[in-house]
């Protein structure tokens, strides 16, 4: 149960786009599609941004996007904002009722 | 509106034993999953354990597989983690979370409502 892999940080000014990847291997990511994002502002709890693979919670704005090819996933924030700034993490169903979150991204806004 | 409070966090020494649970409201505790996850200071989230809606379907991380135990009381629209030989390493925020699917066998789970988490620490 190793943590998937995202970069430590990506950052973009407002109105541009970003992509956070997360690299798990064929024993999670890879072989369900049953990955998530999630939002993480400090001293909150965490949010739940996008679920099987690409759907949106009701309330999540559509600027958020992602997708999967192999075993790597993806999550595209566009048209930045500022409360977009906060740290981001992947999830991935990995079977026997078990679950691996990545290693967390932090978003800052320049 | 769905409210998940977390409690029993606190100060316990290396090897001793402690209990959390998770008070909820606001949805038919009875016919989701339910999660535990935890986030050590200055570190990222971490899955920790999950039950399903049945409690027939239970999963553990292998850091803590052997030493805690996840459990519900549907009653009581409670759920728990009991935790033994506790160590340094399992110092924490712990979250409780809502699956988002009703009747959630924990495949495919997400964890769609959060509470504000319970905060152990472990040392001598």
């Known amino acids: 149960q190793s943590a998937l892999t995202q970069p430590r940080s990506v950052s973009g000014s407002p109105g541009q786009s970003v992509t956070i990847s997360c690299t798990g291997t064929?024993?999670?990511?890879?072989?369900?599609?049953?990955v998530s994002w999630y939002q993480h502002h400090p001293a909150k709890a965490p949010k739940l941004m996008i679920y099987?693979?690409?759907r949106r919670p009701s309330g999540v704005p559509d600027r958020f996007s992602a997708s999967k090819s192999g075993n790597t996933a993806s999550l595209n924030i566009s048209g930045l904002q500022t409360e977009d700034e906060a740290d981001y993490y992947c999830?991935?169903?990995?079977?026997?009722?078990?679950?691996?979150f990545g290693t967390g991204t932090k978003v800052t806004v320049l | 509106e769905v409210r998940l409070v977390e409690s029993g966090g606190g100060l316990v020494q290396p090897g001793r034993s402690l209990r959390l649970s998770c008070s909820t409201s606001?949805?038919?505790?009875?016919?989701?999953?339910m999660h535990w996850v935890r986030q050590a200071p200055g570190k990222g989230l971490e899955w920790v354990s999950s039950?399903?809606?049945?409690?027939?379907?239970?999963g553990y991380a292998a850091s803590v597989k052997g030493r805690f135990t996840i459990s519900r009381d549907n009653a009581k629209n409670s759920l728990y983690l009991d935790m033994n030989s506790l160590r340094v390493e399992d110092t924490a925020l712990y979250y409780c979370?809502?699956?988002?699917?009703?009747?959630?066998?924990?495949?495919?789970?997400?964890?769609?409502?959060w509470g504000q988490g319970t905060l152990l620490t472990v040392s001598s």
């Open positions: 099987d693979i690409n």
């Open positions: 606001g949805f038919t505790f009875g016919d989701y999953a």
């Open positions: 064929s024993s999670d990511v890879g072989n369900y599609n049953y």
């Open positions: 979370a809502k699956d988002r699917a009703i009747f959630g066998v924990v495949i495919g789970s997400y964890f769609e409502s």
């Open positions: 999830c991935s169903y990995s079977g026997s009722y078990t679950y691996v």
């Open positions: 039950i399903g809606w049945k409690s027939a379907n239970i």
